[in-house]
């Protein structure tokens, strides 16, 4: 079983940045992050996988704030975000797969994080 374990959540200001970081145990292909606010549903933000392709299911004005980077070699995931909004506050959740269906729908990660809150306050 793999382990994933997250980092660099915390509470910031409205235009502030966080960077959140996760780190697997063991071989996956692609890892990301989700997120999911009391009464929600949980929602992809970014996944991609350990061939260098990235997915991102936010809306428009998530992708043009959020950037999802992979080292390889430290099989870490990050994901970079800037100018935040309180509509960002959320449980942030690492997740990873197994096997190559990374940006499917269809198929949930293997993996999953215990998450780590952001909250942005204005």
């Known amino acids: 079983q793999v382990q994933l374990v997250e980092s660099g959540g915390g509470s910031v200001q409205v235009g502030g940045s966080l960077r959140l970081s996760c780190t697997a145990s063991?071989?996956?292909?692609?890892m990301g992050w989700f997120r999911q606010t009391p009464g929600e549903e949980r929602e992809g933000v970014a996944e991609?996988?350990?061939?260098?392709?990235?997915?991102?299911y936010a809306s428009a004005d998530v992708r043009g704030r959020f950037t999802i980077s992979l080292d390889n070699a430290e099989r870490t995931v990050y994901l970079q975000m800037n100018n935040l909004k309180p509509e960002d506050t959320a449980i942030y959740y690492c997740?990873?797969?197994?096997?190559?269906?990374?940006?499917?729908?269809?198929?949930?990660?293997?993996?999953w994080g215990r998450g780590t809150q952001v909250t942005v306050s204005s």
């Open positions: 997740a990873a797969r197994s096997r190559w269906n990374c940006g499917s729908s269809s198929y949930e990660p293997n993996y």
């Open positions: 063991g071989y996956v292909t692609c």
């Open positions: 991609i996988s350990t061939r260098g392709s990235s997915y991102y």
